[in-house]
């Protein structure tokens, strides 16, 4: 297809990169054996159950999180960074079905501030949840190993908070590596944190939740390690009355933030050829089932759940045990730590890419003013100084993907030959590098 196109107010600039810098070696620098020392640790512990043993320092989930700590403790002081702090974040969980008593909560956090002043205040998290649950939902004494429920989680963000502390992978905005507790009793720990988050006004751009992402066994017995299905909501779990009616009448039912989130993710991997790409799966969660990331969609944060592509549900949620010649647990050894390494590649990819570009433009909006069967699109700058231009996406409304790209260059205008009617439209800001933010849906307005 020829496109006739008009740009308001262009200025020539270079095109940007397509693989920007620093992204593959983000990629070569996460290590299988640094995951498959973690997920025998957290194992050892032989139970993380949010209601375990808090005193021990061999058992239970209170040795768990001081581990964690501490590991993360040692990768802020060998960075050589002063600024890079690790919490553990706790609050009192009233008693609830699956919380019988008053019981502290207590996250594990490494936040590595942004080193560029105009992008510092930009947050984005990586999270896993490090509590485990046999098969009884309230067991606080079996056996839990949680190797890959959810300690591929875990074990997942330890790696890139070792990575992203490492000198010449620091991103232009601030990174969280998030363990969270009580996901198994009701996504306590996430919800907390997602709503503490709001309450202090932090811009989460977006969230990475990983749970479940270290086996790529089938129940069949084939292998699938070359994808992981990525999960994101499509209308906003809490949006308002006015909100759901701009929705429908923009057409914007499968746009998302969360989407725009999942459809970038897909382009990274795409982009830098991952050994391991997403299956884009356009549901919140597997069917009638969630995860830490719906927490984050309730406070309105874009985020999505990474999870392997058949969930193996003799090794989940179940006691350590041989039933009828059938072992049965969540163990280490169905965790492949290869395959494993390969998601961290992938979460360090797009965690790099989207850490290191400006904000998405704000305000973009499709304009309205008069019946015509071309299409203006304006925005306001993404306020980052490395800002070196924009470009326009699009795709058939039936396109599950934005299908193509033209650069505008560095303008705040843009005028091409087709219908608004007939096509979709986003709006994205690069740097120098290549960096690209994620897609800005237009709205309407008469200028």
Known sequence: MVLALAIVGAETAPSPPDRPPGVDEVIAAVSAAHLRATIDTLESFGTRHTLSDTESDVRGIGAARRWLHDELKKIADESGRDDITVELMTHIQPPTQRVPQETEIVNVVMIIPGRMEGARDNYFVVLGHYDSRAAGTNDAESDAPGANDDGSGTALVLELARVFAQPGNECDATTVCLMTAGEEQGLLGAHWFARHAKDNNWNIVAGLSNDIIGDPSNPDGSVDDTRIRLFSEAIPRNASAEEMARIRSLGMENDSPSRQLARYVREVAERH???????????????????????????????????????????????????????????????????????????????????????????????????????????????????????????????????????????????????????????????????????????????
Request: net charge negative; charged share 25%.
């Open 273 to 447: 050829q991952t050994d391991v790409q997403p299956w884009i799966i356009y549901r919140t969660d597997r069917f009638l089932r969630g995860g830490d990331h719906t927490a984050f969609n309730e406070q309105g944060f874009a985020a999505v759940r990474f999870s392997e592509v058949e969930e193996q549900y003799d090794r989940q949620h179940q006691d350590v045990i041989m039933r009828d010649g059938r072992p049965y647990g969540d163990v280490g050894e169905y965790v492949d730590e290869e395959y494993l390494a390969d998601v961290t590649a992938l979460n360090g990819a797009v965690l790099s890419t989207l850490a290191n570009a400006p904000s998405a433009p704000p305000n973009a909006r499709l304009i309205t003013a008069g019946l015509r069967n071309d299409t203006t699109i304006r925005w306001d700058p993404s306020p980052e100084p490395d800002v070196a231009g924009y470009e326009i996406v699009y795709r058939d409304t039936t396109a599950p993907f934005w299908e193509q790209v033209i650069d505008a260059g560095s303008v705040g205008e843009f005028t091409i030959n087709l219908s608004k009617d007939n096509y979709f439209f986003g709006v994205r800001a690069y740097d120098a590098e290549g960096h690209r933010s994620l897609v800005s849906f237009p709205g309407a307005a008469g200028r």
